[in-house]
């Protein structure tokens, strides 16, 4: 049921999406903010961890400013949790590959510990406690559980029935959880799915972690928030955390606090784009999970965020008389679909998984992403029906029998 990391195959990652068009009360707040030549201190300035705090309010957690940390990326804030926790981090898998990546810089051990059938984000109970008692017999000692109550790569939201089962477990076992919680509010249904943080179940054992450029400011603009409980523990942990961040000598450039400190106020603008980001997410990989499981693939229906998880481990025969035997031959075949294999989320290298987004269905510019965000239904756009169809035909093409 457990299994340590592997590193994955050095393939080079693929290109950055285009990104979309920067709203223009957010461009000009840079812009006003463009001569500021400080950076925020460690942490964030006052009036961004604020502006956190009635952030998180608005989503049910009373926060202080002094529970309250900002980074430039969820990575630099991982990168100090992990440090200060001093010790091995569990993983569902799988698992967004940026959970990764910061244990391996400090060379802590990272254990796997499969999702359940239902959805992805965490691992199943009883797996989590048996990758953890393995990881003890083997002399690692498990510190950090991290979970995903919105996840990346499966689109999928855990439901709070099995998040609280998972999360006693951890507890049990003495593990801090972190709870990744940024791509919370792109639920394509929120009247349908019931999403609880597990900082609602557990308040004094989770650190919640949000990277805002999933909704609230353009992917260039790095800025990521992790909230710690308001207990002398959590005080502890937030202080050695800061003092990491410190170290790293990687602020928030002032400009960039300055749009993020108006972002977290969420004005109207805001809260409209990230509505439309829900709605236009929900449309295109609901045509995505279509696509792909009428070509036979495995896929659990994505509930949140632009990406889906696909599993052609059924479609085995033909994919292998073509030569495709592993993620990395799937993830370029399929390269044109923003497709990354499952190899780079800690699944098995020879599995035949994919990450697919709906980021290439958006268009290879500004303007037809900017017609994707404005149409009543993107499925009728002219690229978006030619990239589907292309997907259909490149799918029925790999995964036809041959005749030998």
């Not at 006052?46 to 309250?68: F, I, Q, S």
């Not at 001093?86 to 959970?99: I, N």
């Not at 998972?166 to 349908?192: F, M, N, Q």
């Amino acid at each position: 049921m457990q299994r340590t990391a592997r590193d994955p195959q050095r393939e080079p990652a693929p290109d950055p999406p285009v990104g979309l068009p920067v709203l223009p009360d957010l461009a000009a707040h840079l812009s006003a903010a463009a001569d500021r030549t400080e950076a925020e201190p460690p942490g964030g300035a006052a009036p961004l961890r604020t502006a956190a705090c009635g952030y998180w309010e608005r989503r049910g957690l009373a926060t202080a400013p002094d529970r309250v940390l900002a980074a430039p990326g969820a990575t630099a804030l991982l990168l100090a949790l992990y440090a200060v926790a001093d010790g091995a981090v569990v993983l569902p898998r799988p698992c967004s590959e940026s959970y990764m990546s910061p244990a391996r810089l400090l060379g802590r051990p990272v254990h796997l510990a499969p999702v359940p059938a239902e959805s992805g984000g965490m691992p199943d109970p009883f797996a989590l406690l048996e990758t953890v008692r393995r990881a003890r017999m083997h002399g690692d000692t498990p510190r950090i559980l991290v979970l995903s109550v919105a996840d990346d790569p499966t689109g999928t939201c855990p439901a709070p029935e099995q998040l609280h089962e998972v999360c006693e477990a951890a507890a049990e076992e003495g593990l801090w959880i972190i709870s990744d919680e940024t791509r919370r509010d792109l639920l394509h249904d929120p009247h349908d799915t019931v999403l609880l943080s597990p900082a609602e179940m557990l308040p004094d054992e989770v650190v919640v972690l949000t990277d805002l450029r999933a909704t609230l400011v353009p992917a260039a603009w790095p800025a990521a928030l992790a909230r710690f409980p308001d207990t002398e523990r959590g005080a502890v942990l937030h202080a050695a955390a800061l003092d990491a961040l410190t170290a790293l000598r990687t602020p928030l450039p002032g400009p960039i606090g300055c749009a993020v400190t108006h972002a977290l106020a969420e004005p109207d603008a805001v809260r409209a784009r990230t509505a439309t980001l829900a709605r236009v997410y929900g449309t295109l990989t609901a045509a995505l999970h279509h696509t792909v499981t009428e070509a036979g693939a495995v896929c659990r229906p994505p509930h949140s965020g632009s990406h889906l998880y696909a599993d052609l481990e059924p479609l085995r025969r033909p994919l292998v008389a073509r030569g495709i035997v592993e993620s990395t031959v799937l993830e370029r075949k399929l390269a044109p679909w923003a497709a990354r294999g499952g190899h780079r989320f800690g699944d098995d290298p020879g599995g035949l998984r994919v990450r697919l987004g709906a980021e290439a269905l958006l268009g290879a510019d500004r303007e037809l992403r900017q017609r994707v965000l404005d149409a009543p239904d993107p499925l009728e756009l002219p690229h978006v029906i030619e990239a589907l169809t292309a997907l259909s035909r490149a799918l029925a093409a790999l995964t036809t029998a041959t005749g030998g």
